[in-house]
């Protein structure tokens, strides 16, 4: 085949052929595992492209080995070889040390350091609200709040925090917030509390969220033990509580009374979705389910102590361009979807109330009473004193404008209708009167609001079902 040209020719067209088929393969493979591909269609051209790129090296081999011999090819590859091995080596053992030294030292680090003297204001603004000044417990409070914000799976509802015991924060075994002073023997007066991070009690600690208000406010009006149980978990919509209060009920487990304080977490995860009747960040974790988006070779590569530290020394290293801003991303939520703003407010009602029934019927089936709260937030209403503080946590709130404008269309669709559904009570209003600060964000308040509400709750309880314990 290759008779009529000069060995030079021979060893040239070789040469280039080795390079054309190792470049084929090495732009291949590094495409794929930095997974720029993915779909049926990319894989199958990722085995051609292979296939041809080893055709093509494999032709280039032969043609070496034509115009050099094969003896002459086999000593010059072993020496080749041995070179390439002690370099791939050295490198896999560099880069193991360098890993094996960066995890050490982060954990040293770790230990060395008192995280809870430092971690004060390392997260969000409301860490940061002068309430928390004259608060001993605050900042063991916020450090526990971050320690305690690991999830596990739970069937139907997706996650719950896991177990956690601190000094501010404590949760049990079945991921439920601890209620101090809780006595749920055989025949106690049993409270289910449901709802989302404000029911939970984000900015509070143990003793002072919204169930352990209602705790202390109920021993001293019942005649017998109390038992509130604290449902509420950071991020859940109505039907998650609801299939929380199913699971009880199917085990055994029966209130006396039943709290819901819902609203703003159906209308976050609407907004993120276009569409009610979801839970929140459902794309996530549609993608983890479906396993569209693995994690990349980046990602993998990302995860490592070495490239944290590396980043880190290139970040203390990098001087920072003061005119060059970033470039805004551009969220997807309802709007930049074009969905109706008007229509999926309507539609977020209408799951409301079709939940409340759902719990009516659960009511009659099981015999225990029931409430529905609407919660209080800072974009509802511009009745309550707003000291400077809450003026910029406002300011602050409303610079997403699509989803103030469809909290507040919800709200005002369930609250427009609750007159047909007697067990549903607003509380937009449960701060007019307080001009001190109440809010540490747009939808969590201090234990100072977390007692204001408890107490209304406490008075609708007592006008509803006064003598029935």
Known sequence: MFSDIQPPSIRKLGDGLLVIGGGVLFLVLTIYFMHFTGTVSSIR???????????ILLCGVLIFIKAEG???????IIPCYKGIAILVLNALVFCGGLELAAMTGSKIEALMS??????????????????YLSQDWAERY???FRLSRKQHYY????WRRAPFKGETINVDQNGIRVTPGADCREGSFKVFAFGESSMWGTGSPDWATIPANLQKGLEKTSRGPVCVVNFAESAYVLMQDIITLIVQLQAGNKPDLVVFYNVEGDAYAAYQAGKAGVTQNLDQMAARFENANPPTFLDRLKATSSYALIDTIVGKLTIANPEQKPTPSRLLTYETMGIDLQTLSHSLAQNYFGEYQIVDALSRKYGFKFLFFLPPHLLLGDNKPLTVE???MKRDAESDPAF???LTATYQNIESESSKFPNIYPLDHVFDHYDSLIWIDAGHVTPTGNEIVAEKILAIIQTRFHGSR
């Open 155 to 158: 069937p139907y509802v997706g």
């Open 404 to 406: 103030k404008n469809l």
């Open 142 to 144: 916020w450090y526990e």
């Open 45 to 55: 051209s990722l085995i051609l492209s292979i296939v041809v790129g080893a055709s």
């Open 114 to 131: 008192n995280p809870p003297s430092h971690l004060v204001g390392e997260g969000s603004p409301r860490e940061k609200v002068s309430y």
């Open 390 to 392: 809450e003026q910029q």
């Open 70 to 76: 094969l003896q002459a090819v086999s000593q010059k």
